[in-house]
């Protein structure tokens, strides 16, 4: 079944308990959280200790999607906070396999991801390591953005990858996901829709992600 993780990237944090909330009433699978540190991409979101706090307010799994600098320094820090899933980027990583299999290591979920113009193909030796591979569909940085459609073509790319070495990665997507993209990348091989500003669109959660749900129905 094609899991959903709404980004607490577009909640409105005056009311984030009501929101997450709402989350954990709907048919939502995950919740995702962007770290982002002003340096590796041009915006500053939140630590360690909102993700602690949003740990209080969910059992659903933690998505935590670090686009940072220096990741490895900053690992134990969102695994002590309550992640269930690490996702770093693989131009940030030095030593790309070490990091995946350190994350792996603290028996947690470890993702990779990459920006829109990296190659995909970048990421086939750490495929048979990796719990999740992310797809940028959006340049990292800011919600609300439009969905670049080349993007489904990585997710063809991870797909057949997978059928062709007999994986068992997750397949995730990250940016312009609604009604409308949902259903074209899902018949591109992805399982994970992350989606944000739809999601919190006119504080209407629950309602907004039973529309995301109904456009995947049945795949």
Known sequence: ????????????FSKLPEQID?????????IHLDIMDGNFVPN???????????????????????????????????YKAGADIITVHYETCT??????EYIKSLNIKAGVTLNPATPVNL???????VDMVLIMSVEPGFGGQKFIPEMMEKAAYLHNKKIEKKLNFDIEIDGGIDPETAPLVVEKGVNIL?????VF???????NIKSLRD?????
């Open 201 to 207: 669109k006119n504080n209407q959660i629950e309602q």
């Open 22 to 30: 709402a989350i954990n009433k709907s048919s939502a699978d995950w």
């Open 194 to 198: 992350v989606a944000g500003s739809f």
């Open 123 to 129: 990421l086939d030796p750490v495929l048979d390591l």
């Open 95 to 100: 030593h790309l396999w070490r990091t995946l």
């Open 44 to 78: 500053i979101t939140f630590g360690p200790l909102v993700v602690k706090g949003v740990r209080k307010l969910s059992s659903l799994p933690l998505d935590v999607h670090l686009m940072i600098a220096n990741p490895d320094d900053y690992i134990d820090d969102f």
């Open 1 to 12: 079944m094609v899991k959903i993780a709404p980004s607490i990237l577009s909640a409105d």
């Open 215 to 219: 456009s995947i129905s049945g795949r």
